[in-house]
Structure formats: C-alpha cells, structure tokens
C-alpha cells in the first residue's frame, strides 16, 4: 500500500450585507430617507424564454404627487446570475458609460440639463443595483423600464426560474408579469408552476410579483427520448469573436421497479459530523419513494459489517422504521470498511428476481482503496443492480473518496448525489431523481478542446456551459447509460446570450485557458472591452445611464458618448453617499492535521494501556514474544478511518493490538476554523521482558501530515532499529490488506 495523502483546503468568501430594498426619495435639503412622497404607482414585467435563456423587460412608473421636486433611490435585487443588458426612462434608451465617470452639475439648463438616470451595479453584493432618478418635478412621473437576461436552471425535469420579492412597503405595488416560453429543440413544455401550483400550459402564464421571493417552473417534455437533450444558442460579440450557451437537459427516465433494495448505511464515528437525524431523514424519504412491491434490506457498516434483518423483507412502514431505529441506536465506531458491506449486499441481492438496488449512504471517507474495490466486492452485473451512492457532507467539507463511490455507480448504472447537510431539506425535495438512473462518464467537446461539464446526469437535472470561439462549433456530448451514446448539439431558438456570455466571462475564456501567457491575456481583455461596447451591461466597471435630452448640446453630445468619447455625467442635485460596504473578511481554515503532541497523548494515554493488556494476554500463551511493531493510522473527522500494523507474525497479539488502535478516540475539527483533511500517522511500539517483568517501550508519533511533525526513530533497549521517516512505515514492508 502506498499512502496518499489527503488535503483540502476551503476557502470561505466574505460577503456584503445587504441594503433595504425599496424606494428612497432625498432633495437639496431633505436627507435619504424611505419615500414617503414618492411612490410606485404601477409595475409590470414581460418575460420571454427562449430555450433556457430568459429576457426580463420591468417597467415602473414612479410618480411624485408631492409639493416639490424630489430625487429618487431605488434598490433592487435580480436573480442569482442575471445580468441587466438596458434601461430606459420614458422613450430614452441608456447608453452604457464607465461606472466610475466624474460628475459635473448642470450649469446652465439651456446648454445641458441633467441626465435623468444611471443603473449601477451595488458595490460588494452580488445580484444588488441601484437606480438614481434625478428630481421629478411636482405632479410629474418617470417611466422606468429595465431589461435584464437570465439563464434558467434545468432542475428535475423542468426549468426553473426564482424571481426575488418585489417589496410592498406601502410605496411599491405589485408587479403584473406576463410570461411566454419555447422550449429548445426535442422539449415540449406540458405545464407552468407558480410557487408549485399550476398556472398555465403551453408555455404561457401570467402571475404576480409581490412581497415573496416567486419560483416559476417550465415542466418540460423530452417526447419519449432516452438519453439527453443537447442544443446550442450562439450570438456574435466583438473583434470576430462569438459565443454559444450549450444547455444538456436529461429527460426524466422511469426509475428501475428494483424488487430487491439493500440499504448500506455508514455508522463511523466521522458521521455524528453528518448527524444521525439526517442520516435517518435520508433513509426515511429515500423508503417512501420505493416502487410499489419492493422487498428491503439494510447493512449498517463502520470497521465491521452487519445485516439488519439478515434477510429480505418486504417494504412495509414497520419494517422501514426498524432501519431507521437501527441507524438511531447503533453504537459509533472507528473504521470505515465498505469493502466489506459491499460484499455482503452482493449476497443480500444473489438470486434477486428482476432488476435490484443498492442504496450506499455515506460521508465518503473510506481510507485508502482502489477505484475498483467496491466493484469487486459487489461481484454483480449491469443488468442485475443498479447502485446510488448518496454523500452528505458536513459543513464546507467534500467526500474525500468520491471517485471511489462513483466506481459501482459508472460500472453497474445509478447515479451518486453529494449533497451537503445544510441543503439537505431543499434537496430532499428532488429526491424522486435519486432513485432513477443517470447518464454516467459524460464528456462535452467542442471539436476544439473540452468544456467543463459535470460526469454525471441524473434523469430530470440538467446543466448550461459558455463556449467562446471564432469559428462555430461542432458540440457533441458523450458518455453512457445502459449503453454508449454520442450526440451531437443541434440548434435552439435564437437568444440575446451575448450579454450572459459577456457578464460570466473572464479574459482567460478567450486567452485559451488558465495557463495563456500575459500577452494573450491582455489581448483578450481588449476584445472584451470592445465586446461590452457592443452589447452593454451593468457590473462594477461598467453602468448604463439615459443622458440628458435638453439644452443645446444634448444630441451631439449623445452622438459622441455613442461613439466612444468621453462621459461626464451631468447632474442636478448629488447622489446620496453609497453606504460603506460591509465584509466579514475571509477566513482561510488552518490546516486540521493532529498536532504531534496531540497524537503522543492520544497514543500514551488511550493506546498505551490497551496494548499492555494486549501484551499480558499474548505472554500466557508465549512467553518468549517480543519485539517492535509498527503502526500506521489514517485520522480524519475524528474517526480513526484505517489501522495498519508491522506486527510480530503472532495472529491473536496482532490482532489485539489492531483492536486497540481501533478503540482510539482522536479530536473532532471544527470546519469553521480547520480544513478538511486527514492525517496519517507512524508508530513504533518496542516490547520486551526483563528479569520477567514485563516492559513496554513507546515511540514517538510520526505523522506525514501538512505540519510535517518531525520524523521519530524508536527500537528495542540495547538494539537500535532505523526508520526511514520519508516513508509511512519506515521502509518496512505492511502487512497485505486480508
């Protein structure tokens, strides 16, 4: 065995805290302040999607019944990932300026009055805007409108869209949207949700934008076809450049009517970090979603293996709660052997009539196996069981072990879920597309290179890649089912994707990659600059702003800032001051790896005493027994994951001692200040007899850690035995896994 070891590093992003929404009004002697003159009089909203690119068109119409004249603030929130492409006030379209031009008050209305809006991008919260109306005037109105495009995500077997809450505080209304979709080529849309209720079919729906966030869902129909949907959406940019969307929808394929169902459920000591509540809350809804007929059994595994039932069963209520009471009651120990639990649902499923399932749920902290070892302890055939491999992860961590667990899923058909157990309640939502096969070993090329795409599909998700070229592309998606399929992207409905494309592009996507050379990264840069002059959008760099229509400079001045000069924007009265952007910093976790003082009173005060008891044992039957042995232990999550011990070629003392070490309880991280990492640790353990006393020398702990604890050298009194501490066992030869 050569161990590898297993280090993740997280990093935590701060993040800004986020205004009020709302409507602020403020004149040359009144202080921002929530409008209370002001007020939104109407609102309605016109959303087109086109495969699954939404364009949005809000238009508002702010009005001032007041006594004087009176600016306005407002502050809005868009969808996760929109990016806004227009805005306008009355019949005057904005021009897109740099974010941070100069501002110059009007100095003589007739030459140039003020311009009446800007649309900027809210410094530190992501997905926050502000627009600035300079003051209307007593018994006047402004049109507001803004147009912004989305990108909606295929989620169990529809698209999906969540608009935020359009506040009612008195001063804003309702907004009245009206919604019309066509799906993209092979998808038919059967229905419209609102808020989960049926709203319209056809593609068609019209609903309200109130004081909640509103999620709207196009169920799509993939027309019978089994394996997924792949189109192409592409709009040209700047310099000779275009971009495409690819969108790959996975049809909701029927789930297997498995008979036969074997849960296998992990009760290592490092899952009390997942919970067992969320354990039995998968294993609950996982049951209920069981086809009809269906026959159960569970494993429960941690360094040993057991049955529950120790046969099949049927799938009743009372039978599902014995799991789920053998989960809640089931002592924690050290050791994660899923080899061995595997090997045993491949008994529980010999001789299953039909097609059966296995069920592995999981932190994904195995030690150190093979990819092809729980393939091999299966023993099974693709025809015979699919597997689903369900991952929680607590707090910010990632299954160490996840392309060990997607062994079985990609050999025997199923699909692997890695979710983490903050989400879980929102994702046990989907849990229906758990249980049904997935598209596994995908690969997505551009006849170019190939783009990054997830390896597997599960039957009703779906995901969206940008691909930036000069020459179209040739898409083909690749990857299996039951069987190989290859298919090549055809075309979708025309989109405005190009401001999308744009606001998620960095100068890498067309420098040809992370490693171009800073001669291609500056020259993609320029291409992008040239690229948001042609198709303009609102981020930090960049703002959108209508320019003042009077006086008589405003036409060429608008002529000139169209074509490229430079703006300076001319106001009436000032902003208010942008508030301070709040951030809780990033908070890089220090490296979890055991301390070596930590490991040596771990190992004097817990394994010393056991191994003497050992020892004792041991000397009843052989008197003449000593020596050094030599341990190696995979620590991680407060589990002892692996043992493995250099013993004295005696089988019981070996074997006693492996206990031990077994029985160790070491410290649990606290992810919010420790990385996600394990550790594995060297030692040494002399015994021997004098004068018929039983004497027992300790090593030192050596762990081959991101501490780099310093290397130990232990040996027998009188006779030195040498370590190599470059290595995890000394140089010696480990015992061969059984």
Known sequence: MKPALVTMWVLLGGAGVAAASGLEEYSPHIEPRPSSQLYEAACDADITVAGAVATVEMRQRILNPGPEAMAASYEFTLPAGAVITGAAVKADAALAVPAKAPAVHAGNPDVLGADPLVVRAVPGQADRYQAILQPLEPGHDAALAIRYALIAEPRAGALRMVFPAHVTDG??????????????????????????????????????????????????????????????????????????????????????????????????????????????????????????????EAILFDRTATRVFGDVRPATTSNLAAIEQAIATRTTANGTDMVAAFELAGKAIDGARGQAMVIVVSDGVLGDLGSSALVKALGSKASAVDVHAIVLDPATTRAPSADVMRGPVNLYGGAYVEVAVDELDAALAAIDEWMRPSWLELRLTNSVDE?????????????????????????????????????????????????????????????????????????????LEHAIAATPIVDGEHMLAVLSATGRIAKSRRDMVKGGGRYERSIALADPPQAPVVSVGKIVPSASAIARLTLERLFREQLQPRAHACYQKALGLNAKLEGTVHYQFRLGRGEITEVQLLGLADAAFDKCLVDAGYSLTPPAPDFTVNADDQTLANYPITFSRRKEQVQIVLGDADSSSPLDIDAIQGGLPGKTITVDPRTPLGGLRPPKSP
């Open 171 to 296: 001063k804003m209304t309702v907004c009245r949207a009206n919604l019309r979709a066509t799906p993209g080529p092979g998808a038919t849309i059967t229905n419209v949700r609102v808020g989960g209720i049926n709203t319209g079919k056809g593609g068609a729906a019209a609903f309200v934008m109130d004081g909640k966030d509103v999620v709207v869902d196009l169920d799509l129909d993939a027309g019978g076809a089994k394996e997924p949907l792949v189109w192409t959406q592409t709009q040209p940019l700047a310099d000779g450049w275009s971009a495409s969307l690819v969108t790959v929808i996975g049809p909701r394929v029927k789930a297997a009517g498995a008979r036969r169902v074997v849960f296998l459920v992990d009760g290592s000591r490092s899952m009390e970090l997942v919970g067992r509540a969320n354990v039995g809350k998968v294993v609950k809804a996982l049951g209920a979603a069981l086809p009809s007929g269906a026959e159960v």
């Open 451 to 527: 783009l990054a795409a997830p390896t597997e599909l599960r039957s009703g998700a779906g995901f969206t890649r940008f691909a930036f070229h000069r020459t179209p592309p040739s898409v083909t998606l690749v990857g299996h089912g039951d069987a190989q399929f290859k298919r090549a992207a055809v075309l979708g409905p025309a989109a405005p994707i190009a401001a999308l494309a744009i606001g998620h592009a960095t100068p890498q996507d067309l420098a040809g990659g992370p490693d171009a050379d800073d001669g291609a990264v500056a020259k993609a840069e320029r291409h």
